[in-house]
């Protein structure tokens, strides 16, 4: 069992940037693919990015490449979304999953097996 724990959202202006932490429970944290998803009023929660368990691989969606960046810390049990150059469209409630068994389909909310409450981030304009 993992429990699964974010903070850093708030408000922050167009432009600015924010860095949301999700801090996890257990000992085999580094065995896990890692993801962000977020999801807006009104829309379906969507895959923002992930980083695979041994660290090899990282994706993106194509509307955060090049402004976010997802990080994992083995040691501090602890994976990252670095977000920059914040628009309004990036405005949701971002959650954190861990992945138990990488299978390729890091983009798909039913490959995660453990998500967290989830954190406000709003952009405004």
């Known amino acids: 069992q993992v429990q699964l724990v974010e903070s850093g959202g708030g408000l922050v202006q167009a432009g600015g940037s924010l860095r949301l932490s999700c801090a996890a429970s257990g000992r085999t944290f580094s065995a896990y693919t890692m993801g962000w998803f977020r999801q807006a009023p009104g829309k379906e929660r969507e895959f923002v990015a992930a980083i695979r368990w041994d660290d090899v691989n990282t994706y993106y969606a194509d509307s955060v490449k090049g402004r976010f960046t997802i990080h994992k810390d083995n040691a501090k049990n602890t994976v990252y979304l670095q977000m920059n150059s914040l628009k309004p469209e990036d405005t949701a409630v971002y959650y954190c999953?861990?992945?138990?068994?990488?299978?390729?389909?890091?983009?798909?909310?039913?490959?995660?097996?453990?998500w967290g409450q989830g954190t406000q981030v709003t952009v405004s304009s």
């Open positions: 999953a861990a992945d138990r068994d990488y299978t390729g389909n890091y983009y798909s909310t039913r490959s995660y097996d453990y």
